[in-house]
């Protein structure tokens, strides 16, 4: 490639964000540079000459690993936008309940009454399309939600 090599690519990949396995097929590599490139993300290094069937192998394996990362962003992505869309209120409760938080603590903490709790839980369980506290954490767990003051702003 004239303008970068290989592992220029690689890296302007990753720092763009882009989500795919890569395979290399060089006429050179030493043990330093395979394992940068490995390091990097790389899925496979294969040296000229390479067996046919084996480079069938690592692409297909590349586009299943390419395809199951491309699936588990989505995921994230999906579990991020449905946070977002949390008023401030029901921000505030959900990140409570994250803290493992009892009623009559938020309740408290929040100055809100009983009932009011219990529409703003209704509303956080509604907006993110879950109905369990369990639910609730394993979401947030793919949003990379860890509990107070992490949740995304409202959009």
Excluded at 21 to 44: E, N
Excluded at 114 to 136: C, H, I
Aim: net charge neutral; proline share 3%.
């Amino acid at each position: 490639m004239p303008e970068m090599d290989g592992a220029e690519l690689l890296g302007r990949l990753r720092s763009d964000g882009n989500v795919v396995s890569v395979v290399f097929v060089t006429g050179f590599a030493d043990i330093r540079t395979a394992v940068r490139l490995m390091a990097d993300g790389a899925l496979s290094l294969l040296e000229k000459p390479y067996n046919p069937d084996e480079l069938v192998q690592v692409v297909r394996v590349a586009m299943e690993r390419t395809e199951k990362q491309r699936d588990e962003r989505r995921i994230v992505l999906d579990a991020q936008r449905r946070f977002g869309q949390l008023s401030d209120e029901s921000r505030s409760v959900a990140e409570c309940m994250l803290a493992g938080m009892s009623n009559k603590l938020i309740v408290s903490k929040l100055d809100i009454s009983p009932r009011t709790l219990d529409r703003r839980k209704q509303m956080v369980f509604a907006t993110l399309g879950v109905s369990t506290v369990s639910e609730l954490i394993a979401l947030a767990s793919r949003a990379g939600v860890s509990g107070v003051h992490s949740l995304p702003l409202a959009e």
